[in-house]
């Protein structure tokens, strides 16, 4: 059973940084695409960052030049390296792996960023 688990997350005052990661265990087939969405209070959810199994990125404009998206896939694991953090930051994290033609998410991470 494929499952993904997000760590993390956590309360930081504006400006700083935050490191997430995201670990995808029982995948028994290679990991394709992956991201990392967020979720703040009232909002639909959005994706912010994707990377392929090849490396190549894509940022939301919101988060560009202050977000990095990277992956081990020796590892099985995404990162999202989170710089110049923002009050409307704050929002549940979560990351998606897609195997095959099939998607999967992990729990979430709440990220508070503070003023």
């Known amino acids: 059973q494929v499952q993904l688990v997000e760590s993390g997350g956590g309360l930081v005052h504006a400006g700083g940084s935050l490191r997430l990661s995201c670990v995808v265990s029982g995948a028994f087939r290679p990991i394709n695409a992956m991201g990392w969405y967020r979720q703040a209070p009232g909002k639909q959810r959005e994706l912010i960052a994707s990377i392929t199994r090849a490396g190549t990125t894509n940022y939301a404009d919101s988060v560009k030049g202050r977000f990095t998206i990277s992956r081990d896939n020796a590892e099985n694991t995404v990162y999202l390296q989170m710089n110049s953090l923002k009050v409307e930051d704050t929002a549940v994290f979560s990351c998606?792996?897609?195997?095959?033609?099939?998607?999967?998410w992990g729990q979430g991470t709440q990220v508070t960023v503070s003023s």
């Open positions: 998606n792996a897609q195997i095959d033609m099939r998607y999967y």
